[in-house]
């Protein structure tokens, strides 16, 4: 460290390159520092026109804002990070059970029936609801004549329109309706097994992982299922 006296009475404080403050901390000041700084300040200032005690206020308070702030973000971190944790842990109880998730899909195992829901706004008639091949081939339509507006339960056996059988797989769903005088396209939501758990990165939070379907958000879940 090199002090140079710029006249009489004051003298300002400089450092070398080589007498740097250690970068530890990302570089970044830290209270042994600030009172280090401080104390040389205080050492070197000009015996004529000290600092005043606004100035010295001043600035402790301002530091000790700035690592209020620092501590502040470092404590939102570790919780932001717990709480990923918990999140993690809540959505692994899932993998086994079947959720409920909007789709255009569903998936047949061979075994178990497929299931789904139909949330209707308001009261429908002549509905549609499609299955297909994922080439867009016609498998199965079943015809409900009216429904009362709200959630309906639909299951499908895995037949095609002759009863046979289908293979297992993943087919289309496609649900039309008329409500209100006008021939509508209604929205599925399907139920899936959980296979696993992806945890997010880069901060694309925790993905479930459905049997055929693919991924989907943990705020895609609609409902839950034992079966």
Do not use: H
């Given at each position: ?65 700035a ?34 998730v909007?789709?255009?899909e ?47 339960d ?10 046979e ?63």
């Amino acid at each position: 460290m090199t002090i140079n006296a710029t006249n009489g009475l004051s003298r300002d404080l400089y450092w070398q390159d080589d007498n740097k403050v250690p970068e530890r901390n990302n570089g970044a000041l830290t209270q042994a520092d600030f009172f280090a700084l401080l104390t040389q300040q205080l050492a070197f200032q000009d015996p004529t026109k000290p600092v005043e005690n606004d100035q010295m206020i001043a600035q402790m308070t301002n530091f000790t804002m700035a690592d209020g702030i620092s501590s502040l973000n470092t404590n939102f971190k570790s919780f932001a990070e717990s709480m990923s944790s918990n999140q993690a842990l809540q959505a692994s109880s899932l993998v086994g059970r079947s959720v409920l998730v909007p789709s255009s899909e569903m998936v047949f195992t061979g075994q178990d029936l497929s299931r789904g829901i139909i949330d209707f706004e308001q009261r429908a008639t002549n509905v549609r609801v499609r299955i297909e091949k994922p080439n867009g081939e016609l498998v199965q339509t079943i015809t409900i004549p009216e429904v009362a507006a709200g959630k309906f339960d639909f299951v499908w056996d895995g037949t095609n329109s002759k009863d046979e059988d289908m293979p297992p797989g993943v087919y289309k769903i496609k649900v039309d309706a008329n409500m209100g005088g006008e021939n509508q396209s209604v929205p599925v939501m399907v139920y899936a097994p959980v296979s696993s758990v992806s945890l997010g990165q880069a901060g694309k939070g925790i993905t479930l992982n459905l049997v055929g379907l693919g991924a989907f958000k943990l705020s895609d879940v609609r409902e839950i299922s034992y079966a």
